[in-house]
């Protein structure tokens, strides 16, 4: 079974410092990999996704991460906080052989705080 | 371009009361849906899927039910809500592999 931890529920950083939040994940089969941004009361907003192609990805927002199989993990970096980056993060694992249905499973997420 | 649309936005219902809770998706056709509910303080759980008209799969037993009468339409329903249905839902279509979410339905049951 496929499974995602997000470590830390909490991430507290200053403007214009690295955002570092971090996923690792447990999969079988050859990963998707995604990450989900949502801020208060909306949807969650794609940001960026590893489907087997390059290991670093970006995607929206200047935020990118890296795809490493030896450790299997998904971290998620940004080099300079903003204050509109304060938001929950969400990882998530879907199976690559998953066809029709390809479910997501997701991280119980990590919120960012940004500090002025 | 795709917009997918959940209504109503905030709903407060009583404890015992049906629910209907609608999302359809605009821009795209035989889309796989997802019915997901984010309870306060925890992670997002998925209680159904659709891969077309008609065809449900539930992941959660418990008292939500939901249909697909339409290919771009996916509803989620209960006949009688219990204290825990409370919480945030949030309904998704498939575009290849990665999921998109809709605003969600705020559901607070008193």
């Known amino acids: 079974a496929q499974s995602v931890t997000q470590l830390g529920s909490h991430v507290s950083v200053s403007e214009g410092a690295l955002v570092l939040l971090r996923c690792n994940y447990s999969s079988s089969v050859p990963p998707y990999l995604f990450w989900y941004v949502q801020y208060p009361n909306q949807g969650l907003q794609l940001l960026l996704k590893y489907t087997s192609a390059a290991t670093l990805v970006k995607g929206i927002n200047g935020f990118e991460a890296e795809f490493k199989k030896s450790e299997t993990s998904f971290h998620l970096t940004k080099p300079s906080a903003h204050m509109s980056d304060a938001a929950e993060y969400f990882c998530a694992v879907s199976d690559f052989y998953g066809g029709a249905t390809n479910k997501l499973i997701f991280g119980t997420g990590t919120l960012l705080a940004v500090q002025p | 371009s795709q917009t997918i649309h959940q209504w109503p936005a905030t709903l407060v219902q009583p404890v015992g009361s049906p629910l209907s809770l609608e999302c359809t998706v605009e821009g795209t056709s035989n889309p796989n849906l997802y019915w997901y509910r984010q309870a306060a303080g925890r992670g997002l759980q998925l209680l159904f899927y659709s891969v077309g008209i008609g065809q449900i799969s539930s992941e959660v037993p418990q008292n939500l039910s939901a249909s697909r009468p339409q290919d771009r339409q996916f509803i989620l329903s209960s006949k009688k809500l219990l204290l825990s249905d409370s919480g945030f839902y949030l309904c998704?279509?498939?575009?290849?592999?990665?999921?998109?979410f809709g605003p969600g339905t705020r559901l607070t049951v008193t």
């Open positions: 998704a279509w498939k575009n290849r592999v990665e999921q998109y």
